[in-house]
């Protein structure tokens, strides 16, 4: 088995990382970056991910695809206020969930999650030097079955087997507690770009690490702390300029990367000048420009009510794990957004000690997933992780209650069944409606899907023994069984929710990955086929200048055609990678002969005009030849 890596799939950003022996490391990706931007860039054939993609964003916003984490297994319906905030379209897909359109094509958040998966993996590939085609995906560790379904397909997409699944509170905990030779009970605080969850484990000095209980929240992150300054720096302007931005898709963009930028600054100052020249354009065609200042307190007073809302995940986590804050030895921050010093406070308070500070929030995660590939290929063989099911699963029963079958914070892989009857005389089939939540009416929780037991002979209501089993694997992806048991009727369904991806549907995903793939391949080979030309054009006109005393007029001729010829098509636009190689072969074959011919000539053009003290020696050994010759002659007569 190659190496297994750990992949932190984020909202904003991703980081991936291996074991190295038992110990995790970060792989920086191709750029050298230990972080990649989570945004791809889609026009025609051209697929660009990462720091490339995030750079086209201001001056084709409509190209780039960001945060493709917050739709991921979510129904259109569910995602409305995500919907909004970006500036690429999209629209409800034939199955109800989100398609994103670019370019005049329609894609699901999973094939956008796998492009940047894809990138992940070829650039883990460069640095090991290794075929990487098995990976650990982290997910929030509130992310329902639909999601992790969907983060799923898209490794697969992408070309990895995704051996586990695995929550991102859980693989920082990993990472934190690989030297722990105590036991304690610790808190995960993880806020990332687009997800919140706080997780509580305990950690044992033997090598265990038991989630006791998790609660977060899959709609809150950094990115909306971004979006309430980018909609206060929007209503400022208005004030201003009577003029509103939101009409504006570029003006947007660069107030949204101005937004993020000044959130990091105002981590580590009080105040942040903004200045954005040009941002739009008035109705005489005058430019705008915004400038203006943002204080911390004004920042703290903007996301005030955003950070609030993680207080009641923390208050559950800590009610579900039976554990009081007071009992908590150590909080660790996960996640960019725990830099903002309110969130820290903000923690702080709530557990009534200060966050330990010795783990990397962007990269704990990767490092924690990275770890549990170590133990699937049998690199760790002491670590033992016991993780849980964060929502409760059930079925809708009579009355359209939801009856849990599984309840949260129950630890996974799990098993359990229920038995339920019909609820009318001679029913011949059941449907099993499978829902999860803490709602106590089905329809206000998330709908998994549903599936038909049929075949049920005649019989009296309630006579009908009907087992359903709910099977959740270590992934936490549901697999839902119904049996009848008077007659051994049985029928099994894999739930795979709002996306439903079929197998076909993955397959087809993956051939449009690699297409891309071969395309970016092929604009790689000929941009560098190009610079291979340019080269020898360089080296040709350096030739003429340094030669151009020497050279025949022919040949001066005949310099400056292949120079023409040459960049006539390294510049066609249509010029094939055949055709750029011909010519850099031409001309590699002419500048050899060339400079053979004319380093003959100097050569010989040096002989010639030697010293004077040369030539005096040369007519010197001329005479005493001559003389030699006649003493010789003397001698034989």
Same mark, same amino acid.
């Given at each position: 088995?190659?190496?297994?890596?750990?992949?932190?799939?984020?909202?904003?950003?991703?980081?991936?990382?291996?074991?190295?022996?038992?110990?995790?490391?970060?792989?920086p990706?191709?750029?050298?970056?230990?972080?990649?931007?989570?945004?791809?860039?889609?026009?025609?054939?051209?697929?660009?991910? *990462?720091?490339?993609?995030?750079?086209?964003?201001?001056l084709e916003?409509?190209?780039?695809?960001?945060?493709?984490?917050?739709?991921?297994?979510?129904?259109?319906?569910?995602?409305?206020?995500?919907?909004n905030?970006?500036?690429?379209?999209?629209?409800?897909?034939?199955?109800?969930?989100?398609?994103?359109?670019?370019?005049g094509?329609d894609?699901?958040?999973?094939?956008?999650?796998?492009?940047?998966?894809?990138?992940?993996?070829?650039?883990?590939?460069?640095?090991?030097?290794?075929?990487?085609?098995?990976?650990?995906?982290?997910?929030?560790?509130?992310?329902?079955?639909?999601?992790?379904?969907?983060?799923?397909?898209?490794?697969?997409?992408?070309g990895?087997?995704?051996?586990?699944?695995?929550?991102e509170?859980?693989?920082?905990?990993?990472?934190? *507690?690989?030297?722990?030779?105590?036991?304690?009970?610790?808190?995960?605080?993880?806020?990332?770009?687009?997800?919140?969850?706080?997780?509580?484990?305990?950690? *044992?000095?033997?090598?265990?690490?038991?989630?006791?209980?998790?609660?977060?929240?899959?709609?809150?992150?950094?990115?909306?702390?971004?979006?309430?300054l980018?909609?206060?720096?929007?209503?400022?302007?208005?004030?201003?300029?009577?003029?509103?931005?939101?009409?504006?898709?570029?003006?947007?963009?660069?107030?949204?990367?101005?937004?993020?930028?000044?959130?990091?600054?105002?981590?580590?100052?009080?105040?942040?000048?903004?200045?954005?020249?040009?941002?739009?354009?008035?109705?005489?065609?005058?430019?705008?420009?915004?400038?203006?200042?943002?204080?911390?307190?004004?920042?703290?007073?903007?996301?005030?009510?955003?950070?609030?809302?993680?207080?009641?995940?923390?208050?559950?986590?800590l009610?579900?794990?039976?554990v009081?804050?007071?009992?908590?030895?150590?909080?660790?921050?996960?996640?960019?957004?725990?830099?903002?010093?309110?969130?820290?406070?903000?923690?702080?308070?709530?557990?009534?000690?200060?966050?330990?500070?010795?783990?990397?929030?962007?990269?704990?995660?990767?490092?924690?997933?990275?770890?549990?590939?170590?133990?699937?290929?049998?690199?760790?063989?002491?670590?033992?992780?016991?993780?849980?099911?964060?929502?409760?699963?059930?079925?809708?029963?009579?009355?359209?209650?939801?009856?849990?079958?599984?309840?949260?914070?129950?630890?996974?892989?799990?098993?359990?069944?229920?038995?339920?009857?019909?609820?009318?005389?001679?029913?011949?089939?059941?449907?099993?409606?499978? +829902?999860?939540?803490?709602?106590?009416?089905?329809?206000?929780?998330?709908?998994?899907?549903?599936?038909?037991?049929?075949?049920?002979?005649?019989?009296?209501?309630?006579e009908?023994?009907?087992?359903?089993?709910?099977?959740?694997?270590?992934?936490?992806?549901?697999?839902?069984?119904?049996?009848?048991?008077?007659?051994?009727?049985?029928?099994?369904?894999?739930?795979?929710?709002?996306?439903?991806?079929?197998?076909?549907?993955?397959?087809?995903?993956?051939?449009?990955?690699?297409?891309?793939?071969?395309?970016?391949?092929?604009?790689?080979?000929?941009?560098?086929?190009?610079?291979?030309?340019?080269?020898?054009?360089?080296?040709?006109?350096?030739?003429?200048?340094?030669?151009?005393?020497?050279?025949?007029?022919?040949?001066?001729?005949?310099?400056?055609?292949?120079?023409?010829?040459?960049?006539?098509?390294?510049?066609?636009?249509?010029?094939?990678?055949?055709?750029?190689?011909?010519?850099?072969?031409?001309?590699?074959?002419?500048?050899?002969?060339?400079?053979?011919? +004319?380093?003959?000539?100097n050569?010989?053009?040096?002989?010639?005009?030697?010293?004077?003290?040369?030539?005096?020696?040369?007519?010197?050994?001329?005479?005493?030849?001559?003389?030699?010759?006649?003493?010789?002659?003397?001698?034989?007569?």
């Open positions: 088995m190659g190496k297994i890596i750990g992949i932190d799939l984020g909202t904003t950003n991703s980081a991936f990382a291996y074991t190295l022996g038992e110990k995790p490391e970060i792989i990706n191709e750029e050298g970056d230990r972080t990649t931007p989570s945004v791809v860039y889609i026009k025609g054939d051209q697929l660009l991910v *990462g720091k490339l993609a995030k750079r086209k964003a201001v916003p409509e190209n780039v695809v960001y945060e493709a984490k917050r739709f991921i297994g979510h129904k259109y319906t569910e995602v409305q206020k995500e919907v905030s970006v500036s690429y379209k999209t629209k409800k897909g034939s199955d109800d969930g989100v398609l994103i359109e670019v370019d094509k894609y699901k958040p999973e094939q956008i999650s796998a492009f940047v998966l894809q990138k992940i993996k070829q650039d883990a590939e460069k640095y090991l030097g290794e075929t990487v085609d098995s990976a650990v995906i982290t997910v929030p560790a509130h992310f329902n079955d639909s999601q992790r379904n969907a983060t799923k397909a898209a490794g697969e997409i992408a990895l087997k995704v051996e586990r699944i695995i929550n509170p859980t693989a920082a905990a990993l990472s934190y *507690g690989l030297d722990s030779q105590k036991d304690e009970k610790i808190a995960v605080y993880d806020l990332g770009g687009g997800t919140f969850d706080v997780t509580i484990l305990d950690i *044992g000095s033997e090598g265990t690490f038991q989630v006791l209980s998790t609660s977060g929240d899959t709609s809150l992150g950094g990115a909306d702390f971004d979006e309430a980018v909609n206060h720096l929007k209503e400022e302007f208005k004030k201003a300029e009577g003029m509103d931005l939101g009409d504006d898709p570029m003006a947007m963009q660069r107030l949204k990367e101005e937004a993020e930028n000044t959130k990091i600054q105002l981590s580590q100052t009080e105040n942040v000048e903004i200045n954005i020249p040009y941002i739009t354009s008035g109705s005489d065609g005058q430019p705008k420009h915004l400038q203006t200042n943002i204080t911390r307190a004004t920042f703290e007073n903007l996301i005030k009510s955003l950070v609030d809302k993680t207080r009641k995940p923390v208050q559950d986590a009610s579900d794990a039976g009081s804050s007071g009992e908590i030895n150590e909080v660790i921050l996960v996640g960019g957004s725990t830099r903002v010093p309110l969130v820290r406070d903000t923690v702080k308070e709530l557990f009534g000690k200060e966050p330990k500070m010795t783990v990397n929030p962007d990269e704990a995660v990767a490092l924690g997933a990275a770890i549990q590939g170590g133990i699937l290929q049998g690199d760790s063989k002491d670590i033992l992780l016991l993780d849980v099911t964060p929502l409760s699963l059930g079925v809708e029963v009579e009355g359209g209650l939801l009856d849990t079958v599984i309840p949260r914070n129950t630890t996974i892989p799990a098993s359990k069944s229920k038995t339920y009857t019909t609820a009318q005389d001679n029913q011949p089939a059941v449907t099993i409606n499978v +829902y999860q939540g803490e709602r106590s009416m089905a329809q206000d929780n998330k709908n998994l899907g549903m599936f038909n037991l049929e075949g049920i002979p005649p019989m009296r209501r309630g009908a023994q009907i087992e359903v089993t709910f099977d959740i694997d270590a992934n936490g992806i549901l697999n839902v069984s119904a049996k009848e048991k008077t007659t051994g009727k049985e029928q099994k369904v894999t739930i795979q929710g709002a996306t439903n991806i079929s197998e076909d549907e993955v397959n087809k995903m993956q051939q449009e990955a690699e297409k891309f793939a071969e395309e970016d391949k092929k604009r790689k080979e000929m941009v560098e086929a190009k610079n291979q030309l340019d080269a020898m054009i360089y080296q040709l006109e350096n030739f003429q200048k340094e030669q151009e005393s020497n050279l025949s007029d022919e040949d001066k001729d005949k310099i400056q055609n292949l120079i023409t010829d040459a960049r006539a098509v390294k510049d066609d636009e249509n010029s094939t990678k055949e055709q750029i190689d011909e010519q850099t072969q031409k001309l590699q074959t002419e500048v050899s002969n060339l400079m053979q011919q +004319y380093a003959a000539a050569q010989q053009q040096e002989t010639s005009t030697e010293s004077p003290e040369g030539a005096q020696t040369t007519e010197a050994e001329v005479v005493e030849d001559s003389e030699k010759n006649e003493d010789n002659k003397d001698s034989k007569n």
